[in-house]
């Protein structure tokens, strides 16, 4: 049995290793159409498989159900107007102070505690959701990753996410899976990913019926926060990030309105967050 399921990860990997030679190369893939690196099957089950480790480094799922409820009640919204319908899309809570946001491959979106804190309407809570669902519709989450941590991590964490076996390999694949979690607990996009993440991220938050105000709203909360999660380089270009989406949404969503839910979101989230969020130093 172990000899079989040993053949059926090596092929799995060699297909994979196709893939991500194929279009782990030079930015310029996300230009143009391409095969995706990971199949869907892939991207789901690294992302399934990585999730618990992520957790853990990033302080656990915090113990609120009725904030988590809400929050997926509006990832679940905003995710019908993406394109990838197929994923099991996933959105999770993290009990953390740090301002920050996670895109796992195959679906999962995670936000932290620190970050509902910061924000103030529905609208924006949705405007978070649709950016994180940008980069996995638009396949950055897995290109990114390749780019910046190397093709053999990857290969790795696909043969490791498919591997059930008990013993050494366990241990060999709980370090890689818990590798590629430190790893996308660590990266950061760079501009131009960023900048196609907001303009996708500003249809889907429309197209999911609010107002684009939400998205500029989103992008200058990094701007008000001193957390320390939040460089002072990545301050200043959200700040000009808020703005091209501010021009963008004049320009394209004019005069359009849409749900903004402030009330709703004091009520549902930053009552029941408690006090005020301090990051810790």
Do not use: W
């Not at 000899?3 to 279009?23: F, N, P, Q």
């Not at 310029?28 to 095969?35: F, I, K, L, P, V």
Request: hydrophobic share 45%; net charge positive.
């Amino acid at each position: 049995m172990r000899r079989v399921e040993t053949a059926h990860v090596a092929v799995a990997t060699v297909a994979a290793l196709v893939a991500l030679l194929a279009g782990c190369g030079d930015g310029r893939s996300a230009d143009r159409a391409e095969r995706p690196l990971l199949s869907v099957e892939q991207e789901i089950q690294i992302g399934r498989a990585a999730a618990p480790h992520l957790e853990r480094l990033a302080g656990g799922r915090i113990e609120n159900l009725a904030v988590e409820a809400y929050v997926r009640t509006i990832g679940e919204r905003v995710a019908r107007s993406t394109p990838r319908r197929e994923l099991p899309y996933r959105f999770e809570v993290l009990d953390t102070a740090d301002v920050r946001a996670f895109a796992l491959p195959g679906g999962l979106v995670y936000l932290t505690r620190g970050l509902l804190a910061s924000l103030k309407t529905e609208a924006q809570l949705a405007a978070a959701l649709a950016h994180q669902l940008a980069h996995i519709n638009a396949r950055q989450v897995v290109r990114s990753l390749c780019g910046k941590c190397g093709k053999a991590l990857l290969l790795d964490a696909v043969a490791a996410a498919q591997l059930t076996t008990a013993g050494r390999d366990a241990r060999q694949r709980t370090e890689t899976l818990a590798r590629l979690a430190e790893a996308i607990h660590e990266h950061e996009y760079d501009a131009d990913t960023e900048a196609a993440a907001d303009r996708l991220g500003l249809d889907y938050l429309v197209a999911a019926g609010y107002n684009p105000s939400g998205m500029v709203a989103f992008l200058e909360v990094p701007a008000r926060s001193a957390a320390p999660a939040v460089p002072a380089a990545r301050t200043t270009d959200s700040g000009s990030r808020a703005g091209r989406i501010r021009r963008i949404a004049e320009r394209k969503y004019r005069g359009c309105g849409g749900r903004v839910a402030d009330e709703e979101y004091r009520g549902e989230v930053l009552d029941r967050l408690g006090g005020p969020v301090v990051p810790a130093r």
